[in-house]
Each structure stands twice: as C-alpha cells, then as structure tokens.
C-alpha cells in the first residue's frame, strides 16, 4: 500500500522539483559535461551517506544528504550557490518542520485521550488500527508528492546542466514517471532495519499514537509542498511527531538516547554528504581529466 501510495503521490505536483533545481547555478562552468560530473558526484556523495545511515539504522533524511551532496560539488567545482534558496527552502524548514511535527502530535494525541478517555481501550485501539490505515496511505501519499520530487528536481537539473532542455521546459513525463517508480520500489524493497528503529526503538507505538503520528506528518507534508514549496525531510517529520505522540504516554517512555542518535544524524547529515561529493567530485575530476 505504500508504494502505491508513493508512486501515486510523485505525480501531485512538481514545485518542490522546481526548488531543488534551482539549489545550484552550473551555467558557468567549463562545459555541459563538466556540469553533469558535478551533480553524477552530488548524487554520489548522497548515496553513500544513506548507505552509512541505513546500514546502522538510523533515519537521516535523504533530502537534505542530496541538497548537501550537490552543494559540496558545486562548491569545491566552482558552481554557484544560491544561499538565499538553501536558507528560505532547506535550512528553515529543516528546523521548523521537526518541532511543529513534535508539538502537532503532541497535542492531537492528548486530544484523542480526552476524547476517548471514558471509552473501553480494546475497542479504542481496535478502532484505531483500522483508522490507522488511512493515516498510513496519508503519509505515504505524502512522501510521494515529497520525495519523488527531489529526484525530479535533481534529474531536471542535469537535463538543463546538459543543455538537453531549456531551464523554462515543463518537466518531462518519462522523469515523473521514473522518479515515482523508483521511491515506490524503494518502499517495496523493504529498509527494516529503519522501520525498526521508528516504530519500536523510539517508542513502541500503539495505534492511537501511530494515528496522531501518521496524520501530522502527512499533514505538515502536504503543507510544506503545496504552500511553501520547501523540499522538507519526510523522515524528521514523522520521526518527530513519533516523539511528540509517545512523549503523552510518559517522557520517559521515549527512547531518548536513540534519539540522541537520530538527532545527531539529522545534524551531520548535510556537511557529510557535502563532504563526501567533494572528494567524489575530486576522483573524477581527476579520472576525467576536467580543468
């Protein structure tokens, strides 16, 4: 189901695409080749940090490893930044999509146990388990029309860095396409390890908390992408709002060395993938032969 979800979801819009296209200018470099080896070790360098982080469990955010990785690129490439569009798109939304996660959840989760607080658990949390279908397609749907989009964006730029479309082009079929089936093949693929680390290591979730968990997250999703059109982190998002819902249970009852860890990825995520496309960027530069 979250698959299908994803790959419906890739194709609700295309102006967080627009967004993550417009992070770096490679129009002054030396030649379009020359651009598509900056961003071939932007994309590098994100794969490689998302390796890292899958293969210890930890949910970093793939968006930021891949704006990270472009800019760490282009920076030591000679590209041009657009600073203004990294801090309005990527780096505000990076703090405040988190914290209104948190509190969002929070709150809604101590709504749903006033509201049901005369009722039989079983049977609340029987109804939940269905109603968390619904809230799980949501997010879904979300990281679709989020995440999706930030392959798009990537792709876009390298057909514009190629001179094989013009930066004003709609953006092809074949790439929505493309992008949608790959993030919903991802899910299919599996990555238990992470799903682990979300539902179980954080906090065990029960279904009411799930739910309030699941609809922030795919509400604050749909926010960013269709209001702000700011390329946010799915999984700060609902790893957030999972805090923020398990922290009504008790504070204690979230796991808060494991997100101590979380944190520490989420923070080291973007200067990391910067860092590892730079040295990708420098091999090839090499192996190419470029000036």
């Known amino acids: 189901m979250a698959a299908i979800m994803n790959f419906v979801g890739a194709f609700l819009g295309q102006k967080v695409a627009q967004t993550v296209s417009e992070v ?6 030396s030649s379009p080749s020359h651009g598509l080896v900056i961003v071939l070790a932007g994309l590098i360098g994100a794969i490689g940090w998302n390796l890292v982080t899958w293969y210890f469990g930890l949910p970093s955010s793939s968006s930021h490893a891949l704006i990270g990785g472009l800019v760490g690129s282009a920076l030591v490439a000679g590209g041009v930044i657009r600073w203004a569009t990294i801090v309005d798109k990527v780096l505000i939304p990076m703090i405040a999509s988190p914290l209104v996660g948190f509190g969002l959840a929070f709150l809604v989760m101590l709504s749903i146990m006033w509201i049901f607080r005369r009722r039989n658990p079983h049977r609340v949390s029987r109804g939940f388990r269905l109603a968390q279908t619904v809230s799980a397609a949501a997010l879904a749907l979300g990281h679709g029309l989020q995440d999706a989009q930030k392959t798009m964006g990537v792709i876009f730029l390298a057909l514009v860095t190629g001179n094989y479309i013009s930066p004003d082009s709609d953006l092809p079929l074949w790439v929505i396409f493309s992008a949608a089936f790959a993030i919903s093949a991802g899910t299919y693929s599996g990555g238990f390890r992470i799903m682990r680390t979300l539902g179980r290591k954080i906090i065990h979730l029960d279904p009411p908390r799930a739910f309030s968990a699941e609809s922030v997250g795919a509400l604050v999703l749909y926010t960013t992408a269709f209001v702000w059109h700011a390329p946010v982190s799915t999984t700060h998002i609902i790893t957030s709002a ?22 520490v990825a989420w923070v080291s995520t973007f200067p990391a993938a910067g860092i590892f496309a730079a040295v990708v960027y420098l091999i090839l530069k090499f192996v190419f032969q470029l000036p």
């Not at 999972?242 to 944190?263: D, E, F, H, P």
């Open 24 to 29: 770096i200018d490679l129009s002054h470099v």
């Open 242 to 263: 999972i805090m923020g819902s398990g922290a009504t249970k008790r504070l204690s009852a979230v796991r808060w060395g494991v997100a101590k860890n979380i944190l």
